[in-house]
């Protein structure tokens, strides 16, 4: 796909200014009854302009409820950020009052949820829920706001955009929902868009569409794009450069090509050799052993350590810092990290 | 190819759309399965796939006798069972078991792992008589990979993935021959689903079963069937067995399919030929005439308005890719396997 080498040559240009959207060292926690779930364990990323990072993660990585940190939607409680910081163009999110954050909110940082369907209000038709965006934060008349609506869903290509204004989101199909929900994160122009499985709810023909779609407008506006997926096969579409996530950590970080190549990481080994590929037969699969943790009992050292074929015991005593990774001579392989002791065996066999 | 466990002729059900309070009057149908025809052998795994909407769960339901056929006929080892009732139909049911999509709520949270397992049996006691139960319920969980001290945990205190296994150990429980898997990957977690698909394949060899896999993953679809019908609209429109379809598809649907699957491999995307299909599938209470699939098809002629697309092998294909495609126009794509 052509957007995405222009992207690479975009992101590659603008890596050398300041990031749109750094994360340092974020810690969320979750206060149950149970116990303490630390859900994000120092977490560290940044995005630049017209690149896209893709967050890659099981359920209960922490993937989403970082991006809901970055958005200040996280329900706090349970929720607390206990330590981090979160720099949109250089400044501290997390130190900003109320009012300040909800001007970015929306207007330079947008989000995408999974469920289009939960996620749009149903009694309110999705000609209303486009134009709120023009309403509150331009202060756009009725009008001027319908007109703006129908606009935003020609751009995102819904067919007879001027009769469907006024129709419900149950009148629309699941991919069509989809496109409003991107239509909306993309109504004031943000600078950042961050989708959470965007496409898990859809069907494969239907995920090609909006995928295709998303990549498109990303390189119109040249905005930056936080993916959000369990889905390897999407990733390897459409990213720039992963973050791999396990237990509220990042695991391993790389550009696109080098991960799938020569992961450093024997989780992101493990999850690369257990997916089935269409292009390939193959004999018995590979099962990475075990379950994901439990977040409220981690295990000591690597949280991966009962799961690894590899682990030693320094695995089961020490947390392997997210080393910078460097290639057989000794030279430092850019953008590359990993959160294993061992990860020169693992990179170099 | 060794005899069929399982014959489906021409099946069709049809949910009749009513209209009016008083006097219902019967206004149209939704056709949510059409016409659809294909056999099972003993021991094979029979992968169907298609988009949501295509029909392949209701399919699922008629085969298990959940849901009344309209018309048509399921043939297990010869004799037909979409019209029995009563204790033939318990004792047909027996040999066919489903595996449900979703382990959170298929399986009852205020039963214990022994009871939910060991349900089967008080339906059909002759399997286990009732001293054998608790060990029988043991063991199924020993060979799905769980402990069997936790017979008497609830489902809560289990992962999704150990769930899954307790669905597929229920499933085992009347030693089945036949398993219906609806979906029963696509909820757990990538690491996870490796383990119940090997679990899966392992538990065919050891019980010969065979399997009709409902997924819409077409890659793991791909690893664990034998062969693949594809399913648009409550139709058939290509099956055969995996090369066929994967490397040699004929039909426009499959292949658009097939391209639209992300391929685990970033070095491939710049040279990937995409067909993105426009619009969305079309109302099964209405479907387009001719060929279902002509609405979004980039082939249509008038001819595909005008006449059904038969399911049968095209005069194109010769030799081992020779299978069943229901289009006038059918012929293996260049780089169709993209």
């Given at each position: 796909m052509t957007t995405v080498i222009e992207n690479d040559q975009k992101s590659g240009r603008l890596e050398v200014g300041t990031p749109l959207l750094e994360v340092k060292d974020l810690h969320v926690e979750f206060h149950t009854r149970d116990g303490v779930a630390k859900a994000v364990n120092g977490v560290n990323y940044s995005v630049a302009a017209g690149e896209t990072l893709a967050v890659l993660g099981e359920s209960g990585s922490g993937k989403s409820v970082t991006a809901q940190t970055i958005m200040g939607i996280l329900d706090m409680p349970p929720g607390k950020v206990t330590q981090g910081e979160i720099l949109y163009r250089g400044q501290d999110m997390l130190k900003m009052g109320n009012e300040e954050r909800r001007k970015i909110r929306g207007q330079k940082i947008a989000m995408i949820f999974q469920d289009a369907l939960s996620s749009l209000n149903p009694v309110l038709s999705v000609g209303y829920q486009l134009g709120e965006m023009f309403r509150v934060?331009?202060?756009?008349s009725k009008k001027e706001a319908k007109e703006k609506a129908i606009e935003l869903m020609d751009r995102v290509r819904i067919p007879a955009a001027r009769q469907r204004?006024?129709?419900?989101?149950?009148?629309?199909?699941g991919g069509m929902r989809q496109r409003i929900m991107i239509a909306m994160a993309l109504s004031l122009e943000p600078d950042l868009i961050i989708a959470d499985e965007p496409t898990t709810a859809l069907d494969v023909t239907v995920q090609a569409q909006v995928m295709d779609l998303l990549a498109e407008l990303q390189a119109e506006y040249n905005m930056g794009l936080i993916l959000i997926t369990h889905d390897l096969g999407v990733v390897a579409d459409v990213a720039d450069k992963i973050a791999v996530m396990y237990a509220g950590r990042i695991v391993e970080t790389a550009p696109v090509h080098e991960l799938y190549a020569n992961p450093a990481h024997p989780y992101t080994k493990g999850l690369l050799r257990s997916i089935p590929r269409l292009d390939q037969k193959g004999q018995e699969l590979y099962a990475i052993k075990g379950l994901p943790p439990n977040l409220l009992k981690v295990p000591t050292g690597c949280a991966f350590n009962p799961r690894c074929d590899v682990a030693t015991d320094l695995c089961r005593t020490e947390t392997p810092e997210l080393h910078h990774v460097t290639d057989k001579d000794g030279k430092e392989l850019t953008g590359r990290r990993s959160a294993c002791h061992l990860w020169k065996e693992t990179l170099h066999g | 190819m060794a005899e069929p466990i399982l014959e489906v002729k021409d099946l069709v059900k049809h949910y009749p759309l009513s209209q009016g309070i008083l006097f219902k009057k019967q206004?149209?149908?939704?056709?949510?399965?059409?016409g659809i025809s294909f056999d099972l052998a003993k021991g094979e795994t029979l992968g169907i796939v298609g988009e949501s909407g295509c029909g392949k769960s209701t399919l699922a339901k008629v085969l298990m006798n959940l849901e009344r056929a309209t018309s048509g006929q399921v043939l297990f080892k010869g004799e037909d069972i979409s019209k029995l009732s009563g204790q033939a139909l318990k004792a047909v049911r027996r040999n066919i078991q489903m595996v449900f999509q979703d382990p959170y709520t298929s399986l009852?949270?205020?039963?214990?792992v022994g009871d939910i397992i060991g349900e089967p049996y008080e339906i059909h006691p002759e399997v286990a008589p009732k001293g054998d139960r608790r060990k029988a319920v043991q063991d199924l969980l020993d060979v799905v990979g769980l402990?069997?001290?936790?017979?008497?945990?609830?489902?809560?205190?289990?992962?999704g993935g150990q769930r899954q296994r307790i669905g597929i150990a229920r499933g085992l429980a009347l030693k089945p021959e036949i398993i219906i898997c609806d979906e029963p990957v696509s909820a757990l977690d990538v690491s996870v689903q490796a383990q119940v698909i090997n679990l899966l394949e392992q538990l065919q060899s050891e019980f010969e079963l065979s399997y009709m896999f409902i997924a819409h993953d077409l890659s793991i679809v791909r690893h664990i069937s034998d062969r693949v019908g594809v399913m648009y609209l409550g139709k058939m429109v290509e099956i055969g067995t995996d090369e066929q379809i994967y490397d040699n598809a004929t039909h426009p649907y499959t292949q658009a399919l097939l391209s639209a699957v992300p391929v685990p491999d970033p070095t491939a995307r710049e040279n990937r030929e995409r067909i993105i299909l426009s619009g969305d599938i079309p109302s099964p209470a209405n479907p387009p005439s001719g060929c279902r699939f002509r609405t979004r098809c980039w082939k249509a002629e008038d001819r595909c308005a005008e006449e059904i697309p038969l399911l049968a092998v095209p005069s194109v294909l010769e030799g081992p890719a020779a299978h069943e495609s229901a289009c006038h126009f059918a012929e293996v794509r260049e780089s169709a396997a993209a």
């Amino acid at each position: 796909m052509t957007t995405v080498i222009e992207n690479d040559q975009k992101s590659g240009r603008l890596e050398v200014g300041t990031p749109l959207l750094e994360v340092k060292d974020l810690h969320v926690e979750f206060h149950t009854r149970d116990g303490v779930a630390k859900a994000v364990n120092g977490v560290n990323y940044s995005v630049a302009a017209g690149e896209t990072l893709a967050v890659l993660g099981e359920s209960g990585s922490g993937k989403s409820v970082t991006a809901q940190t970055i958005m200040g939607i996280l329900d706090m409680p349970p929720g607390k950020v206990t330590q981090g910081e979160i720099l949109y163009r250089g400044q501290d999110m997390l130190k900003m009052g109320n009012e300040e954050r909800r001007k970015i909110r929306g207007q330079k940082i947008a989000m995408i949820f999974q469920d289009a369907l939960s996620s749009l209000n149903p009694v309110l038709s999705v000609g209303y829920q486009l134009g709120e965006m023009f309403r509150v934060h331009q202060g756009a008349s009725k009008k001027e706001a319908k007109e703006k609506a129908i606009e935003l869903m020609d751009r995102v290509r819904i067919p007879a955009a001027r009769q469907r204004v006024g129709d419900y989101p149950h009148q629309f199909s699941g991919g069509m929902r989809q496109r409003i929900m991107i239509a909306m994160a993309l109504s004031l122009e943000p600078d950042l868009i961050i989708a959470d499985e965007p496409t898990t709810a859809l069907d494969v023909t239907v995920q090609a569409q909006v995928m295709d779609l998303l990549a498109e407008l990303q390189a119109e506006y040249n905005m930056g794009l936080i993916l959000i997926t369990h889905d390897l096969g999407v990733v390897a579409d459409v990213a720039d450069k992963i973050a791999v996530m396990y237990a509220g950590r990042i695991v391993e970080t790389a550009p696109v090509h080098e991960l799938y190549a020569n992961p450093a990481h024997p989780y992101t080994k493990g999850l690369l050799r257990s997916i089935p590929r269409l292009d390939q037969k193959g004999q018995e699969l590979y099962a990475i052993k075990g379950l994901p943790p439990n977040l409220l009992k981690v295990p000591t050292g690597c949280a991966f350590n009962p799961r690894c074929d590899v682990a030693t015991d320094l695995c089961r005593t020490e947390t392997p810092e997210l080393h910078h990774v460097t290639d057989k001579d000794g030279k430092e392989l850019t953008g590359r990290r990993s959160a294993c002791h061992l990860w020169k065996e693992t990179l170099h066999g | 190819m060794a005899e069929p466990i399982l014959e489906v002729k021409d099946l069709v059900k049809h949910y009749p759309l009513s209209q009016g309070i008083l006097f219902k009057k019967q206004v149209g149908a939704v056709k949510a399965v059409d016409g659809i025809s294909f056999d099972l052998a003993k021991g094979e795994t029979l992968g169907i796939v298609g988009e949501s909407g295509c029909g392949k769960s209701t399919l699922a339901k008629v085969l298990m006798n959940l849901e009344r056929a309209t018309s048509g006929q399921v043939l297990f080892k010869g004799e037909d069972i979409s019209k029995l009732s009563g204790q033939a139909l318990k004792a047909v049911r027996r040999n066919i078991q489903m595996v449900f999509q979703d382990p959170y709520t298929s399986l009852n949270p205020r039963m214990t792992v022994g009871d939910i397992i060991g349900e089967p049996y008080e339906i059909h006691p002759e399997v286990a008589p009732k001293g054998d139960r608790r060990k029988a319920v043991q063991d199924l969980l020993d060979v799905v990979g769980l402990n069997p001290e936790y017979i008497n945990r609830y489902p809560h205190q289990f992962s999704g993935g150990q769930r899954q296994r307790i669905g597929i150990a229920r499933g085992l429980a009347l030693k089945p021959e036949i398993i219906i898997c609806d979906e029963p990957v696509s909820a757990l977690d990538v690491s996870v689903q490796a383990q119940v698909i090997n679990l899966l394949e392992q538990l065919q060899s050891e019980f010969e079963l065979s399997y009709m896999f409902i997924a819409h993953d077409l890659s793991i679809v791909r690893h664990i069937s034998d062969r693949v019908g594809v399913m648009y609209l409550g139709k058939m429109v290509e099956i055969g067995t995996d090369e066929q379809i994967y490397d040699n598809a004929t039909h426009p649907y499959t292949q658009a399919l097939l391209s639209a699957v992300p391929v685990p491999d970033p070095t491939a995307r710049e040279n990937r030929e995409r067909i993105i299909l426009s619009g969305d599938i079309p109302s099964p209470a209405n479907p387009p005439s001719g060929c279902r699939f002509r609405t979004r098809c980039w082939k249509a002629e008038d001819r595909c308005a005008e006449e059904i697309p038969l399911l049968a092998v095209p005069s194109v294909l010769e030799g081992p890719a020779a299978h069943e495609s229901a289009c006038h126009f059918a012929e293996v794509r260049e780089s169709a396997a993209a």
